[in-house]
C-alpha cells in the first residue's frame, strides 16, 4: 500500500523560500506515477500546484510558475517542492499525492494522498 | 479560463435524507477527467469517484455519480452521519492543468 508523508519546515518568512519534501513508501518512485503537490489556504479549496515523473518532467500551476520547482530524489525515494518569494497569501496546508501511471483517457485521478504539511508565512 | 462550480455552497440535510450536488465544468470536460473527494475537518480528501461514475475502494454504494459535458452530479442516496463533510469535484485537462471546484459543504440540519 502506497504512503505518502510531507515534511519541513512548518514557518518561513515573507521573501524568503517554502521546501517540502514527500516521502514515498510502499512503491518506487521511479514507477511511472505523477508525484504531485496540492496545497488548501486556511478556510479555502484546494489548488494544484505541480507534477513530477521520475524522469524529471514536469508540469506546474500556470499561476505559480514562475515560483514553483518540484524535484524528485529516487535514491531517497522522495519528491520535493520548493516555491520562491513566499507571501502571507501562500500560507496552507501543502499535501502531495499520486497519479497513477498518469492521466489516460480511461481515468485521471489524486490517490492516495499524504496528511498534509500546514506551512505559515510569517515574521 | 478553465472553471469548476458547484452547488450548492452549504446543503443542510438530515441523516437518512437525499444528498445532491452540482459540479458544472467550463469549458466541457471528458467524463474519464473528473472525479469527487470528500474531505473532513483537519483531514486530506479522500477520493470518492472517478471517471464520473467509478466508486474507489472501500466507498459505499450509497454514492454515486452521473453526467456528462458540463454538469456533473455527486449523489448520497441516505445520509449517515459520516458523511456530513466538504465535497470537492476535480477536472484534468489536455493542456496539462488539474482544477478544482470550490466544494460544498454538506451540514447537519
Known amino acids: 500500500q502506497v504512503q505518502l508523508q510531507e515534511s519541513g519546515p512548518g514557518l518561513v518568512t515573507p521573501s524568503e523560500t517554502l521546501s517540502l519534501t514527500c516521502a514515498v513508501s510502499?512503491?518506487?518512485?521511479?514507477?511511472?506515477?505523477?508525484w504531485t503537490w496540492v496545497r488548501q489556504s486556511p478556510g479555502e479549496g484546494l489548488q494544484w500546484i505541480g507534477e513530477?515523473?521520475?524522469?524529471?518532467?514536469?508540469t506546474y500551476n500556470p499561476s505559480l510558475k514562475s515560483r514553483v520547482t518540484i524535484s524528485v530524489d529516487e535514491a531517497r525515494n522522495q519528491f520535493s517542492l520548493t516555491l520562491r518569494s513566499v507571501t502571507a497569501a501562500d500560507t496552507a496546508v501543502y499535501y502531495c499525492t499520486r497519479v497513477k501511471a498518469g492521466c489516460s483517457t480511461a481515468s485521471c485521478y489524486f490517490d492516495p494522498w499524504g496528511q498534509g504539511r500546514l506551512v505559515t508565512v510569517s515574521s | 479560463e478553465i472553471v469548476l462550480t458547484q452547488s450548492p455552497g452549504t446543503l443542510s440535510l438530515s441523516p437518512g435524507e437525499r444528498a445532491t450536488l452540482s459540479c458544472r465544468a467550463s469549458p466541457s470536460v471528458t467524463r474519464s477527467h473528473l472525479a469527487w473527494y470528500q474531505q473532513k475537518l483537519g483531514q486530506a480528501p479522500r477520493l470518492l469517484l472517478y471517471?464520473?461514475?467509478t466508486r474507489a475502494a472501500g466507498i459505499p454504494l450509497r454514492f454515486s455519480g452521473s453526467g456528462s459535458g458540463t454538469d456533473f452530479t455527486l449523489t448520497i442516496s441516505r445520509l449517515e452521519p459520516e458523511d456530513f463533510a466538504v465535497y470537492y469535484c476535480l477536472r484534468y485537462d489536455i493542456s496539462d492543468v488539474y482544477t478544482f471546484g470550490g466544494g460544498t459543504k454538506v451540514e447537519v440540519k
Open positions: 513530477i515523473i521520475q524522469t524529471g518532467t514536469t
Open positions: 510502499g512503491e518506487s518512485i521511479s514507477s511511472r506515477n505523477w
Open positions: 471517471a464520473t461514475s
